[in-house]
């Protein structure tokens, strides 16, 4: 089956198991016994990684375990598809449409506990009680107890040292001969190239495996080492295209939460400077739309300049009810850090004042939220187990809060 047959095909696949989800379709076309379903999750961020790994991964696992369905699920709601700038020009590119595929609010309200889970580019989520693999290039979170929930059959391939969940894709899919696709070729191609920084030898994104696999894929899709650098270009051009959308979408365009015991802290990344951001009209309505009911918010901005390759970092410490204290803590978490040095110094000139933020420069451009966001959390459990009982400094969620999302 060809690759863009298997994803139109992925939602008709998806009702014959979800019958409440989908009960015309269920009633129409009942499930074929004994074929288990298996969901492949990206993170919630769905950047052009977490996108692509799981559409190549659940196809190569569909045609290679013809006995059982695959699904590939963008872990976002679909409302927010256009605001992953990146992956909707690549999967333009492709000649995938919105149409086929297959959101978070596709899925029913509870998992049927005989759903398999696979869970590319995170490891952390609300369904490690189905989840039975894990592909990811972070280190794992041992701090987060949904990590003790996952079945003692997971298979946890984790490998911190590539710069893209894509690159452990590619790696099984170029493992045998079968199957074969040009557009899971172009995508992972492509993916590695933006992870990477084009393989910047400042931003050091990359590792053996990643040159490795790039350079297979070339050779199947017949393209030149020297075109990384107009598709590279064209990528970045795509994820910074941020003119159609609002400054609380720019917020929400690449996001993650931080979860502690109390808290939740949401961590948004962008595709420019957080000091050009908040300079911009209605920044501060927007920041107080996104992160309303929360302490803390932080967001980390990224440039990168068109005509050189060379990458800007900044970091931001916002917290919307006025505690100094915690935001001084969390910045000198993140100063003091050796495990890695981020090299945060004020900006020069500094921003004007705004909310009453923390604002840094990150000259260490190496390092990814992938780094920063243990270090905040660990700031933050540090500072909530000394502040177990003053209840004037730690704010308590009977639910989670919204983050500017439905």
Not at 99 to 114: H, T
Not at 259 to 280: C, E, N, S, W, Y
Request: net charge negative; charged share 25%; proline share 6%.
């Amino acid at each position: 089956m060809c690759f863009l047959r298997f994803l139109a095909q992925a939602r008709g696949t998806l009702a014959r198991h979800l019958a409440e989800a989908f009960p015309i379709a269920w009633a129409a076309a009942p499930p074929d016994s004994g074929r288990t379903l298996h969901l492949v999750m990206g993170n919630e961020s769905c950047d052009l990684d977490s996108a692509v790994s799981a559409v190549t991964l659940a196809f190569v696992y569909a045609q290679r375990h013809l006995e059982h369905d695959y699904v590939p699920i963008l872990n976002i709601p679909r409302r927010d598809y256009p605001l992953k700038t990146e992956v909707g020009h690549m999967f333009g590119q492709c000649g995938i449409l919105e149409s086929v595929l297959l959101f978070r609010d596709d899925l029913p309200g509870e998992m049927a506990p005989d759903v398999s889970v696979i869970l590319v580019d995170h490891h952390v989520s609300p369904l490690a009680r189905n989840v039975t693999e894990i592909l990811d290039h972070r280190p794992l979170d041992e701090s987060s107890p949904s990590l003790q929930l996952l079945p003692s059959s997971c298979e946890r391939r984790i490998d911190a040292s590539v710069g893209s969940c894509a690159t452990l894709v590619a790696e099984r899919y170029l493992a045998e001969e079968q199957p074969r696709s040009l557009g899971v070729a172009r995508l992972l191609h492509a993916t590695i190239v933006l992870d990477t920084i084009n393989f910047s030898s400042a931003a050091k994104r990359f590792g053996p495996k990643d040159q490795a696999m790039v350079e297979q894929l070339e050779k199947e899709l017949n393209c030149q080492t020297a075109q990384r650098t107009v598709l590279f270009d064209e990528l970045v051009a795509a994820r910074a295209d941020i003119s159609t959308l609002t400054l609380t979408e720019v917020l929400r365009k690449d996001m993650k939460t931080l979860h502690t015991d109390r808290q939740v802290v949401p961590m948004a990344g962008m595709p420019i400077l957080v000091r050009d951001f908040v300079a911009k009209s209605g920044a501060e309505k927007a920041v107080r739309e996104f992160a309303a009911g929360s302490n803390l918010l932080v967001i980390l901005g990224m440039w990168v300049a068109p005509a050189d390759g060379q990458v800007q970092r900044d970091v931001a410490l916002i917290s919307l009810n006025g505690q100094t204290q915690l935001v001084e803590r969390v910045r000198l978490a993140l100063v003091e850090s050796s495990d890695p040095k981020l090299e945060l110094q004020p900006h020069e000139p500094d921003p004007p004042c705004f909310m009453g933020g923390c604002f840094l420069r990150q000259h260490n451009v190496q390092a990814t939220r992938k780094h920063i966001l243990p270090i905040v959390k660990r700031a933050l459990q540090e500072w909530e187990a000394e502040h177990s009982c003053d209840c004037d400094d730690v704010y308590f969620f009977k639910e989670k809060p919204q983050l500017g999302l439905s």
